[in-house]
């Protein structure tokens, strides 16, 4: 992983900071190692058999590349067991970056394709839950979703298997992939409303404004992933701005899908400054080479302050569904952690 320099004060905080992430992908999360473990025991053969070879095919290098290495971490899982082992893997290295609660998109359709039945997906994927909230204190959510591009069908296979077999940690219900008109899945995503679930697309990293305009309108948006094509027209930042509507920002992910031409030109900074309420996140974190602490240094990097890493951390916790007693109190740490380093916090 390519690690950013940060002043050691800043470095500091960022360490101390308790943290949350809300846009994270568990398939994308899968470390090489787990990966060559899982290819070994499948007998995959598409994966290099050497551990180094292996982590040289794994980093990034452009994005069909990209494309081909997360199929084949997602045809890589198979089993309950392969399920539950990429999550306690996920889950160990979250807890590890001070992360306390994650929220993690769940590439279901890509396993009911497959045939892999929802039922083995989160039977793992519970497993490891509940144990990491147990041994590592982190608390995981899923957010399952499907790929707009795969048309109408898919989106209909994915709710109906969350419908029926969907445990009580699923919060949200996504949509991801390339992006593509959202209208047609309006009826999907009220359904999945209708059962409690919040509607959380992927929407405005390449598509346009458009698209976050449509993940609003249509499919009643609550959070929106990426979004930062939204800073393209000036009447929907004002929209989503007034709302508060949460925006979950990537900025390592947007340059490696080219979203962004280079990460000196993330429009992060801009997007604080409009008053969008603001998440940082991760993305793809092992296949991006980056992880959210990496995340907190890109964002120093772009300029913004100690205080706006701590804002940023608080807007985490404010754009979760964490619950509103485990909100206050994660927000009472973050404000503690702030006051021991320093950091003057202004009313907001």
Same mark, same amino acid.
């Given at each position: 992983?390519?690690?950013?320099?940060?002043?050691?004060?800043?470095?500091?905080?960022?360490?101390?900071?308790?943290?949350?992430?809300? =846009?994270?992908?568990?398939?994308?999360?899968?470390?090489?190692?787990?990966? !060559?473990?899982?290819?070994?025991?499948?007998?995959?053969?598409?994966?290099?058999? #050497?551990?180094?070879?292996?982590?040289?095919?794994?980093?990034?290098?452009?994005?069909?590349? !990209?494309?081909?290495?997360?199929?084949?971490?997602?045809?890589?899982?198979?089993?309950?067991?392969?399920?539950?082992?990429?999550?306690?893997?996920?889950?160990?290295?979250?807890?590890?970056?001070?992360?306390?609660?994650?929220? /993690?998109?769940?590439?279901?359709? &890509? =396993? %009911?394709?497959?045939?892999?039945?929802?039922?083995?997906?989160? #039977?793992?994927?519970?497993?490891? @839950?509940?144990?990491?909230?147990?041994?590592?204190?982190?608390?995981?959510?899923?957010?399952?979703?499907?790929?707009?591009?795969? *048309?109408? #069908?898919?989106?209909?296979?994915?709710?109906?298997?969350?419908?029926?077999?969907?445990?009580?940690?699923?919060?949200? !219900?996504?949509?991801?992939?390339?992006?593509?008109?959202?209208?047609?899945?309006?009826?999907?995503?009220?359904?999945? @409303?209708?059962?409690? %679930?919040?509607?959380?697309?992927?929407?405005?990293?390449? *598509?346009?404004?458009?698209?976050?305009?449509?993940?609003?309108?249509?499919?009643?948006?609550?959070?929106?992933?990426?979004?930062?094509?939204?800073?393209?027209?000036?009447?929907?930042?004002?929209?989503?701005?007034?709302?508060?509507?949460?925006?979950?920002?990537?900025?390592?992910?947007?340059?490696?899908? @080219?979203?962004?031409?280079?990460?000196?030109?993330?429009?992060?900074?801009?997007?604080?400054?409009?008053?969008?309420?603001?998440?940082?996140?991760?993305? #793809?974190?092992?296949?991006?080479?980056?992880? /959210?602490?990496?995340?907190?240094?890109?964002? =120093?990097?772009?300029?913004?302050?100690?205080?706006? /890493?701590?804002?940023? &951390?608080?807007?985490?916790?404010?754009?979760?569904?964490?619950?509103?007693?485990?909100?206050?109190?994660? /927000?009472?740490?973050?404000?503690?952690?702030?006051?021991?380093?320093?950091?003057?916090?202004?009313?907001?």
């Amino acid at each position: 992983m390519h690690t950013t320099h940060a002043p050691a004060a800043v470095d500091a905080l960022i360490r101390d900071l308790p943290k949350v992430e809300l =846009h994270v992908h568990l398939e994308g999360s899968m470390p090489a190692e787990t990966l !060559f473990t899982l290819a070994r025991k499948h007998g995959l053969t598409g994966v290099p058999a #050497d551990p180094e070879k292996l982590e040289r095919w794994y980093a990034f290098t452009d994005f069909p590349h !990209f494309v081909e290495v997360y199929l084949e971490s997602v045809g890589a899982l198979r089993e309950e067991e392969d399920f539950a082992l990429l999550a306690s893997v996920v889950a160990r290295n979250l807890a590890g970056q001070n992360v306390r609660y994650a929220e /993690l998109h769940v590439s279901l359709y &890509a =396993h %009911l394709m497959r045939g892999v039945p929802a039922r083995v997906v989160f #039977d793992g994927i519970e497993r490891a @839950r509940v144990e990491a909230e147990r041994d590592h204190g982190i608390v995981l959510r899923w957010i399952p979703d499907f790929p707009a591009d795969f *048309g109408p #069908d898919s989106a209909e296979a994915t709710v109906a298997a969350v419908l029926a077999d969907g445990p009580h940690s699923v919060v949200g !219900f996504g949509v991801g992939g390339v992006e593509t008109p959202l209208e047609q899945y309006a009826g999907v995503f009220g359904r999945a @409303r209708a059962a409690g %679930l919040a509607s959380l697309p992927h929407a405005g990293e390449h *598509g346009g404004p458009e698209r976050v305009r449509e993940a609003l309108d249509a499919l009643g948006a609550e959070r929106i992933g990426h979004g930062i094509d939204a800073m393209r027209e000036p009447g929907l930042l004002a929209r989503l701005v007034e709302e508060q509507v949460p925006v979950d920002v990537s900025p390592t992910s947007n340059v490696c899908t @080219r979203a962004v031409a280079r990460i000196g030109d993330h429009p992060l900074p801009r997007m604080l400054e409009a008053g969008l309420l603001v998440t940082l996140n991760s993305d #793809d974190p092992t296949m991006f080479g980056t992880d /959210l602490t990496e995340e907190y240094r890109t964002a =120093h990097r772009l300029g913004l302050s100690a205080d706006d /890493l701590v804002r940023l &951390a608080e807007n985490g916790v404010r754009a979760s569904y964490l619950g509103a007693a485990r909100r206050r109190a994660l /927000l009472g740490e973050i404000a503690d952690v702030a006051a021991r380093h320093g950091v003057a916090r202004p009313e907001r």
